[in-house]
């Protein structure tokens, strides 16, 4: 899939700048990453609710819609998602969590909770 969506962009770029490149195509995945804000966030007792917010960026456009997860469970999940948006509730326990949003085309991004 990454290598079509390679070729769709070098076809694109070639149409529009009116000549095509030939050559070998870069196989960065650079433009993959989602940015979400924010990047960490600390809860701790008395504060066990976090929002997150994906960042739309212009080099590579997001695939909706967003699949939002958490990398343990037991620490935390994900109780509500719209859009660009996600809220996470701790469990309580004290440890480390990543927020983690994926789009259609496998772009992901995650953001880092600290659970003191």
């Known amino acids: 899939m990454k290598v079509a969506i390679s070729l769709m962009v070098v ?3 070639g149409v529009l700048g009116g ?17 979400m804000t924010p ?12 929002a997150f917010t994906v960042e739309v960026g212009t080099n590579s456009p997001l695939v909706l819609p967003l ?10 999940t994900i109780i509500s998602s719209a859009a660009l948006t996600a809220s996470y509730q701790s469990t309580g ?12 085309a496998e772009a992901e991004g995650a953001a880092a909770v600290i659970q003191q």
């Not at 000549?19 to 070998?24: A, K, Q, R, T, Y």
């Not at 699949?67 to 935390?76: E, R």
């Open 93 to 104: 326990k004290t440890g480390a969590n990543t927020v983690i949003a994926r789009d259609q």
């Open 19 to 35: 000549s095509i490149i030939g050559g070998c195509e870069s196989t960065s995945t650079s433009s993959n990453v989602i940015t």
């Open 11 to 13: 076809m694109a770029v």
């Open 39 to 50: 990047s960490s966030v600390t809860l701790n007792a008395s504060n066990l609710l976090a």
């Open 67 to 76: 699949t939002w997860s958490v990398s343990d469970a037991s620490l935390g």
